[in-house]
């Protein structure tokens, strides 16, 4: 069964400073996406990053960055410069790679407050 | 309008009652899903549709009923729910061949079971 960790309920960064949220997940399966998606209170949620499992190179989205260890299954996002927008809740999601189900694995989410 | 909308955006009903939920995608994806979103529990997969067809149902109670007229349309008929069933409940929308596509989120109907 494909789960998706993450361990921090709460986080809160300064303005301007820099944070990281952890995720780690638990598959068998080589070919997979993982995914940042950030839910803003009482507003959509929308997709911040995404990262295939067969590069090698870890994704980056302006200030978003994640640090992607596929033998450790861990999947880090980091926020640099945080703005007050950032404040939200950030969910780390999964997906295996086949065409048809395309059923996504989210993680119990991390409420991010940034500080001014 | 564009993305994904959902209506009512909050709804407050009594357990005898008979109430649906509508979901419309402008985005021109051809598969929809219901999430279930509860606190501090990870979001909860209901319902898959594509091309109108149900083709993944993670054991919803029966009070929970799908409905998929078009690949743009999606409800969820609810009649005698519980108070746990209390929730904010999400659609999403994507393109189903294609794995490498993310889903598109609404902003929910905040469900309220009295």
């Known amino acids: 069964a494909q789960t998706v960790t993450q361990s921090q309920p709460e986080m809160s960064v300064q303005e301007a400073e820099t944070v990281t949220l952890s995720c780690t997940y638990d598959t068998s399966e080589s070919d997979y996406y993982l995914f940042w998606y950030k839910q803003p209170p009482s507003r959509q949620m929308i997709l911040v990053i995404r990262?295939?499992?067969?590069?090698?190179q870890n994704a980056t989205e302006n200030r978003f960055s994640v640090n992607f260890q596929k033998a450790a299954k861990s999947f880090s996002l980091k926020i640099s410069d945080s703005q007050l927008g950032d404040a939200a809740m950030y969910f780390c999601a999964y997906r295996v790679d086949q065409t048809g189900a395309n059923n996504l694995f989210f993680g119990t989410g991390t409420r991010l407050t940034v500080i001014p | 309008e564009t993305g994904v909308t959902q209506t009512p955006r909050h709804l407050v009903m009594g357990m005898t009652n008979k109430k649906s939920l509508k979901c419309e995608q402008h985005?021109?994806?051809?598969?929809m899903y219901w999430y279930k979103q509860s606190a501090k529990k990870p979001l909860e997969l209901m319902f898959v549709y594509s091309l109108e067809e149900r083709v993944e149902n993670n054991s919803v109670p029966s009070r929970f009923s799908p409905e998929c007229p078009n690949s743009s349309h999606l409800f969820l008929h609810l009649h005698t729910l519980q108070p746990e069933d209390s929730a904010l409940y999400l659609c999403a929308s994507s393109h189903y061949r294609d794995s490498s596509y993310e889903q598109y989120f609404g902003p929910g109907t905040r469900l309220t079971v009295t």
């Open positions: 985005l021109g994806h051809n598969a």
């Open positions: 990262q295939e499992a067969y590069k090698q």
